[in-house]
């Protein structure tokens, strides 16, 4: 799956935004246009703890671990289900979105 469809799935499945017909502008929490060139939690670590905070109010708890940001780990595990998802990444961003697209799957 390519970058661009992984923040697709995951602005639709996690964060529960809507794409504005088929432009490149979303609706977003408060229910105002953005444009989603501007959000790509795969690249920006401010993004990806938004959908960190967004699985957290769904009922996910975390546990992230990285040794000096090398080879981050996430651990979620569901309060109600007690489902569990591993993921790692290259980076903090790209293991939460990896954990994300996991719970969505």
Same mark, same amino acid.
């Given at each position: 799956?390519?970058?661009?469809? *992984?923040? @697709?799935?995951?602005?639709?499945?996690?964060?529960?935004?809507?794409?504005?017909?088929?432009?490149?502008?979303?609706?977003?929490?408060?229910?105002?246009?953005? #444009?989603?060139? %501007?959000?790509?939690? %795969?690249?920006? *670590?401010?993004?990806?703890?938004?959908?960190? &905070?967004? @699985?957290?109010?769904?009922?996910?708890?975390?546990? @992230? &671990?990285?040794?000096?940001? @090398?080879?981050?780990?996430?651990?979620?595990?569901?309060?109600?289900?007690?489902? &569990?998802?591993?993921?790692?990444?290259?980076?903090?961003?790209?293991? *939460?979105? #990896?954990?994300?697209? &996991?719970?969505?799957?």
């Amino acid at each position: 799956m390519e970058d661009k469809e *992984i923040v @697709l799935t995951i602005a639709t499945e996690v964060m529960g935004w809507e794409r504005h017909e088929e432009t490149d502008f979303w609706h977003g929490d408060n229910g105002n246009f953005f #444009n989603s060139s %501007l959000w790509n939690p %795969l690249q920006n *670590i401010a993004d990806a703890w938004q959908v960190l &905070k967004r @699985l957290e109010a769904a009922g996910w708890e975390w546990e @992230l &671990k990285a040794a000096n940001h @090398l080879h981050p780990s996430i651990k979620l595990t569901h309060g109600v289900t007690l489902r &569990k998802v591993f993921a790692h990444g290259d980076d903090e961003a790209k293991t *939460i979105c #990896n954990a994300a697209m &996991k719970v969505v799957a």
